[in-house]
């Protein structure tokens, strides 16, 4: 199922995820006009005193860039239906908050001059739209609220307003790479979204944009809906093995996850996977065939959180020198040893050694295949070839270590060139 437009994105490997909004005000995630019951008036407040006076989102394209991410997806507008952008069909929108401008505009330009690709998130959720419906509704914040129990909404007209507003996001920034929809749910889903017009209308005006599987339709089918998407989106997950459709194919896909345990700025959630844990769910990713798609919160004054950066920061510290192991590289074709991860790019493979375990790495079905082999990190050369205890595997072949321990406890990564 790979096509030609996405192609960068499979050579990328990882990007940046940002959820930013005025839910960063109170503090307590994304979701949390929800999981509250916050009422419009209330949360008006958030609105009304949303200034990032620290916003400076060249810091965070350099962040991006510096960790080894190519590309960013950052909320355009959430669940919440706040607008990070100057949307002419609405007033709910960082140009008339204290921020007083396009937040959107900025991002873009930022992470173009770093050389990154640009996506935009866009929920087809919106808790503030008075056509979008309440009454039976298992999210919207008023749900439970007696007033709304017989609001309906009008669910055609609201999905003019999300085509208009995607209209705005694909004309007005320049080329954009992602669209990444969110989210389809019991009868708000396909065509109740218009969705196969949204597609038509997103592919005329950006033929080269890859669309997210969101809006409701079945990628891994054997015929695919028109609006199913181009690649699929795992949740806090990574799949135990690579995706596929109906007919064996692999389907692309990216897996979403999250820093700490909240999308938006959660001040109180510290909550942080270890770089270690980040690097090894990207190899695993990549050895997978997929994606990794990681996920900041910037405060609500506009700063990525300081321990988020420093977790960055040695992330890339680590794709520096082991980078060629992630991009454009993919499932290996091989069984997933014990001692860690393959990940592979033409006849390059490379031996990901999570674990250094006792005496030679064993390298099953090898023995003859391989041309040299090298430390990834510094080239190295590590010796292969078999043991004097090893003579009844006649089918593997053996990486020999001098030491005890692994050079990178984190993952190290052995370039095999094959024959």
């Not at 064993?362 to 078999?386: C, F, K, M, S």
Request: hydrophobic share 40%; with cysteine; aromatic share 14%.
């Amino acid at each position: 199922m790979e096509k030609e437009h996405l192609a960068w994105f499979l050579e990328a490997r990882f990007g940046m995820f940002i959820h930013w909004g005025i839910y960063a005000v109170p503090g307590r995630g994304e979701w949390v006009r929800q999981q509250e019951d916050i009422p419009e008036e209330v949360y008006r407040q958030y609105f009304e005193t949303f200034e990032p006076v620290r916003y400076d989102p060249r810091a965070w394209a350099r962040a991006a860039k510096a960790a080894g991410m190519k590309y960013a997806v950052m909320t355009a507008k959430h669940h919440d239906g706040f607008c990070l952008f100057d949307s002419s069909y609405t007033d709910y929108k960082a140009t008339n908050t204290p921020a007083g401008r396009d937040l959107i505009r900025e991002y873009v330009e930022a992470f173009r001059a770093e050389g990154l690709k640009v996506g935009f998130y866009y929920s087809l959720l919106d808790w503030h739209h008075p056509d979008y419906p309440i009454a039976g509704d298992r999210f919207h914040p008023l749900r439970n609220h007696p007033d709304y129990q017989a609001h309906r909404g009008n669910l055609s007209r609201y999905a003019d307003y999300v085509r208009d507003q995607v209209r705005e996001l694909l004309t007005n920034y320049g080329r954009i790479d992602i669209l990444w929809f969110d989210f389809s749910y019991d009868e708000m889903r396909g065509e109740a979204w218009k969705a196969t017009e949204l597609v038509r209308m997103v592919r005329a005006l950006q033929p080269w944009i890859i669309i997210n599987d969101r809006l409701g339709g079945n990628l891994k089918a054997r015929e695919p809906e028109e609006y199913a998407g181009d690649f699929t989106t795992p949740e806090q997950i990574i799949p135990p093995e690579g995706i596929r459709n109906e007919t064996g194919e692999p389907v692309p896909w990216e897996a979403c996850i999250t820093l700490n345990d909240h999308w938006g700025y959660a001040a109180w959630d510290k909550n942080w996977k270890s770089p270690k844990t980040i690097v090894r769910a990207l190899v695993e990713c990549v050895s997978k065939g997929g994606n990794f798609l990681l996920n900041v919160g910037p405060t609500p004054k506009g700063e990525i959180p300081a321990a988020c950066v420093r977790i960055l920061e040695q992330v890339g510290e680590w794709m520096a020198q082991n980078g060629a192991s992630i991009y454009g590289c993919g499932h290996a074709g091989l069984p997933k040893p014990e001692w860690g991860r393959f990940t592979r790019r033409g006849n390059r493979l490379y031996a990901h050694i999570l674990e250094r375990g006792v005496g030679p790495v064993v390298l099953r079905g090898l023995a003859g295949r391989i041309a040299y082999a090298r430390l990834l990190a510094d080239g190295a050369e590590i010796a292969v070839g078999r043991p004097w205890n090893a003579a009844e595997y006649p089918e593997d072949a053996f990486l020999s270590f001098p030491g005890a321990e692994l050079p990178d406890e984190w993952d190290t990564v052995v370039e095999l060139v094959l024959k």
